[in-house]
Structure formats: structure tokens, C-alpha cells
């Protein structure tokens, strides 16, 4: 899919929310491949540009579940800022949001306006609660939690790790 095919869109006054285009791949390869923006994320970088590719066109979520992770571009100047969205998990039968930038783009309210956008969009759908998840170290994901109006739900351990779970409900 290329960013010409892409006909969903969430629009806020900064940013701009799209489903994965395959001209994504080199910055979310390289956003992924920022030990410190994966630090707490349990993830593991991609190994090439083409893995991301790759990655992307296998993303079936959006045709599966009627959502998923958004690319997040800054309206100004088509800057590829990361991804947020919502994720559905068939096991559980939640939703989640989730949120990742690109380092240098931390700290200026890009996840916290992001994150708004897709709480809004999650609540149009009618979804009436929605979780969050995040490594207990994670201080600015936590932050970012809080402004959205999560509430803290409760720790757990996974893959030898503490996480948070917090949840928002409409």
C-alpha cells in the first residue's frame, strides 16, 4: 500500500494519522533500531529496511480488526514522527493504545495529541474501555498514560519484566 491507497485519516491540529505505507519502512526502521526508543518496549529491531517492508505489507489489522497502529506525520511537513493507534487482541478482547516515536521528537506532545486523537476515534467506534500497557521504568510513557486519563489497573510480570496496565473507560 502505498501513502496514495491510504483512505483512513485522523487529523488533529498538528498531525496527521494514517494506516502503514510502505514509504513508512526506512524511518520505522530506523526509529526501531534506536536502543534507547526500544528500551522498554520488548520489542526487536528490525534487521533491514526491507524487514519493515516486509512488516508493513503483512499488517493485516486494519482489514482484520477496523484498526490498529497509525503512522503519525506532522501536518506541517509530511514528517515521519512514529506510530500510535489501537490494537485489538482476539485472545483477550481488548483494546490497547500504543504509542512510539522517533527520539527527537519526544517531549513536544506529539504522543499525548496523538494518543487524544485515537481515544476519540476509539470512542466513535464505540469502544468503552481501552487499556494501556507500559514497562514500570518507562517514566515518559507513564506521563503520557496519565495525560490521556488512564488510570492505573495494575502491574503484571512478562517475559521477566514488570509492566503497568492502566485503562480508560467511556
Same mark, same amino acid.
Given at each position: 500500500?502505498?501513502?496514495?491507497?491510504?483512505?483512513?485519516?485522523?487529523?488533529?491540529?498538528?498531525?496527521?494519522?494514517?494506516?502503514?505505507?510502505?514509504?513508512?519502512?526506512?524511518?520505522?526502521?530506523?526509529?526501531?533500531?534506536?536502543?534507547?526508543?526500544?528500551?522498554?518496549?520488548?520489542?526487536?529491531?528490525?534487521?533491514?529496511?526491507?524487514?519493515?517492508?516486509?512488516?508493513?505489507?503483512?499488517?493485516?489489522?486494519?482489514? #482484520?480488526?477496523?484498526? !490498529?497502529?497509525?503512522?503519525? +506525520?506532522?501536518?506541517?511537513?509530511?514528517? *515521519?514522527?512514529?506510530?500510535? /493507534? $489501537?490494537?485489538?487482541?482476539?485472545?483477550?478482547? #481488548?483494546?490497547?493504545? !500504543?504509542?512510539?516515536?522517533? +527520539?527527537?521528537?519526544?517531549?513536544?506532545? *506529539?504522543?499525548?495529541?496523538? /494518543? $487524544?486523537?485515537?481515544?476519540?476515534?476509539?470512542?466513535?467506534?464505540?469502544?468503552?474501555?481501552?487499556?494501556? +500497557?507500559?514497562?514500570?521504568?518507562?517514566?515518559?510513557?507513564?506521563?503520557?498514560?496519565?495525560?490521556?486519563?488512564?488510570?492505573?489497573?495494575?502491574?503484571?510480570?512478562?517475559?521477566?519484566?514488570?509492566?503497568?496496565?492502566?485503562?480508560?473507560?467511556?
Amino acid at each position: 500500500m502505498t501513502s496514495e491507497q491510504n483512505n483512513f485519516k485522523i487529523e488533529t491540529e498538528r498531525l496527521l494519522l494514517t494506516e502503514f505505507s510502505i514509504d513508512d519502512a526506512p524511518p520505522f526502521y530506523d526509529m526501531n533500531n534506536d536502543t534507547e526508543v526500544m528500551k522498554y518496549t520488548g520489542d526487536h529491531p528490525f534487521i533491514s529496511v526491507d524487514e519493515a517492508e516486509k512488516f508493513i505489507l503483512q499488517y493485516t489489522a486494519y482489514h #482484520e480488526f477496523k484498526m !490498529g497502529r497509525w503512522t503519525v +506525520r506532522r501536518k506541517s511537513d509530511n514528517d *515521519y514522527l512514529g506510530w500510535c /493507534g $489501537l490494537k485489538f487482541h482476539p485472545d483477550t478482547k #481488548e483494546v490497547d493504545l !500504543g504509542f512510539r516515536l522517533i +527520539r527527537k521528537h519526544w517531549n513536544k506532545g *506529539y504522543a499525548t495529541e496523538a /494518543g $487524544l486523537a485515537c481515544l476519540e476515534w476509539g470512542k466513535s467506534q464505540n469502544i468503552n474501555k481501552i487499556i494501556a +500497557r507500559c514497562h514500570h521504568e518507562n517514566i515518559a510513557s507513564q506521563k503520557v498514560i496519565a495525560k490521556l486519563g488512564f488510570q492505573f489497573l495494575k502491574s503484571f510480570e512478562e517475559n521477566q519484566n514488570e509492566w503497568y496496565q492502566y485503562q480508560i473507560e467511556f
